[in-house]
């Protein structure tokens, strides 16, 4: 799809955790398109828990959002759905930028509640933190109270100046997902497709073009020029990276190489006496021996280049 409509960049940002993020990352990568690496993770703010988006801007906001999202579980009982305290976001806030989510978030949910005050109160705490790296998301889908909580959002944007950033919830690639998605949604929270009390999205979560972002927002194109900025503030990208084995070694055996090499060549003549009755003094000269010992060497040499004798040891 990327390569096809020539995305320049383009966001994940699952929900509870980032196991998507390398592969999607390697793979928009190979096709021209920069990937933005988020997550969304549940916090809770006295009786209400609800989604707040994180994305990475740079090496050390990738960790700092990885750290969150494991504490997310960690933290909590067996029974408990992943979330964490809000207060939990305000500390080491480098390198992370935070949204303030959909009228279903965190934000939202207080929202239609009418706790106003509070919202405000956390808009203030959250803004002297990440400064410029808070963005309160206006958003156009025609999901219910979403004009009235636009409206709140604009009035605390200019109130205590926080920048506002023109987002759309994407669930699937064209409008023509939007019945599988509906389903989809009612198998998650067992119903059925024709009961009215139930969550259900409008038909606007599809990825949006260019075109129909600007002609949605063209109200607020301050709104526009943040979500075409915010790019340019993240330059990290997941990468794979060589496994990190634990080191083993001996002051009186040597090196791993050197013990693996010992006790592997043991291990042989060992067999060999307890297989073929055949005495270590006759091994030099015995052509079975000398087989199996080009094949040990040969599978010693690839396990040294690969550099797991340590691996190999531990186990053992």
């Known amino acids: 799809f990327c390569k096809e409509k020539k995305i320049p960049c383009l966001g994940i940002s699952d929900t509870s955790n980032l196991c998507g993020s390398l592969e999607f990352a390697e793979n928009i990568s190979k096709v021209g398109t920069q990937p933005i690496i988020g997550t969304q993770i549940y916090f809770r703010f006295e009786d209400t828990t609800g989604l707040l988006p994180l994305i990475a801007l740079n090496e050390n906001g990738y960790k700092r959002i990885?750290?969150?999202?494991?504490?997310?579980y960690l933290e909590n009982d067996a029974l408990s759905d992943p979330h964490l305290d809000v207060k939990d976001l305000l500390i080491d806030t480098e390198g992370v930028s935070l949204l303030s989510g959909t009228i279903q978030g965190l934000f939202g949910k207080l929202f239609e509640k009418g706790r106003l005050d509070e919202i405000s109160k956390l808009y203030r705490s959250l803004s002297s933190k990440f400064n410029d790296n808070f963005y309160l998301e206006i958003q156009r889908h025609g999901d219910q109270n979403e004009i009235a909580f636009e409206k709140f959002n604009l009035e605390q944007s200019l109130k205590i100046q926080i920048p506002i950033i023109a987002t759309n919830e994407v669930y699937y690639l064209t409008p023509d997902m939007h019945e599988a998605h509906d389903a989809l949604t009612c198998i998650g929270s067992k119903t059925y497709v024709n009961e009215k009390n139930r969550i259900k999205y409008s038909n606007q979560h599809y990825f949006k073009s260019n075109e129909e972002m600007s002609k949605l927002f063209s109200d607020l194109p301050e709104a526009l020029e943040n979500n075409f900025n915010l790019p340019f503030k993240c330059n990290f990208r997941p990468q794979f990276s060589k496994p990190v084995l634990p080191n083993i070694s001996s002051e009186k055996g040597g090196s791993a190489d050197e013990i693996l090499k010992k006790d592997s060549l043991d291990g042989l003549k060992e067999k060999f006496l307890k297989v073929f009755k055949i005495e270590e003094n006759n091994l030099k000269t015995n052509d079975k021996f000398l087989k199996y010992k080009d094949r040990l060497d040969h599978e010693l040499k690839i396990i040294?280049?690969?550099?797991?004798?340590?691996y190999f040891l531990i186990v053992s």
């Open 66 to 72: 990885i750290e969150l999202s494991s504490r997310s």
């Open 304 to 310: 040294i280049e690969m550099k797991y004798p340590s």
